[in-house]
């Protein structure tokens, strides 16, 4: 018997993201979620980031080629013609990876198009960074069928500013208006109260996605895994809905299961008990 011949082949899902070097985040973190939810990861590196430990933990950040992102695009694309229709974005960081990343997507059809809108790098240089947010919004977002974004990156997004449950709704509904994609909009530790709470919106269907706050800090990896989560579980069969509420599960047991390490920040750990 081949391969070919079992029933019960995996889901297959693309990352297309940055390699983040403590593991905690990035195309380490989708990886490993991937794996966790049992789905076939890939993924396609767009940039190197490491932590600097001398610079208060600021990244150092250096772009993968454009040429040699789209070289792993066209490998990937070909080698899984047919079966592969489900993709998370991650961190890009230059106007020419999201051209470069953009042109691969419109090359075939996807079935889902998981978003999670890393506006900004720490350690960038402020034009640039201005430069490849403008470029994520005019052409990745319009690509997307389910958008991420913390709570940052919700106003950016919505062009509000956000303080309440409410308000993180309204961006939420904004932001969809504005993309035509589903929407879980993170509130996260950065909303008061004693819960974290998210909110999922497809244009009809509004819900609130709650856990109880683990720590009031946020954890390296949190919002790169619920991406990926999301997209394994669409990739999976999943619904929007059902994808959120299962990330959302997830990545609360990987918070609660926290790395500690030397640097001022935990991980996300994926592997915990469930």
Known sequence: MTFTDYATAPAITLTIAGS???GGAGAQADLKTFQELGVYGITA?????SFDPRDNWNHRFVPVEAQVI???????????AGSLDTVKLGMMGSPATIDTVAAALQAQQWKHVVLDPVLICKGQEPGHALDTDRALKTALLPLATFVTPNHFEAESLSGMSITSI????????????????????????RIEGPEAVDVFYDGETTE??????VGEVAVSGAGCSLAAAVAAELAKGATPLEAAR?????????????????????AVWQGGPR
């Open 246 to 266: 299962a990330a959302k599960d997830f990545v609360t047991a990987g918070i609660r299961n926290r790395v500690a390490s030397a640097a001022p920040f935990d």
């Open 166 to 189: 409410e308000d993180l709704t309204e961006a939420a509904r904004l932001i969809h208006a504005a993309s035509g994609a589903v929407v879980l909009a993170k509130g996260g530790v």
């Open 208 to 213: 609130l996605l709650s856990a109880p706050k």
């Open 20 to 22: 983040e070097a403590t």
């Open 45 to 49: 590196l767009t940039c190197i980031v």
């Open 70 to 80: 789209a070289d792993q695009l066209e490998a990937i694309q070909t080698c899984y």
